[in-house]
């Protein structure tokens, strides 16, 4: 799930998405 959403919004993710999960 957050795979997929990482690698669509990487700097979403590297925001708050992937911090808050990894």
């Known amino acids: 799930m957050y795979e997929v959403l990482g ?4 700097k979403s993710c590297v925001v708050d998405l992937c911090k808050g999960e990894q």
């Open 7 to 10: 690698k669509e919004t990487q």
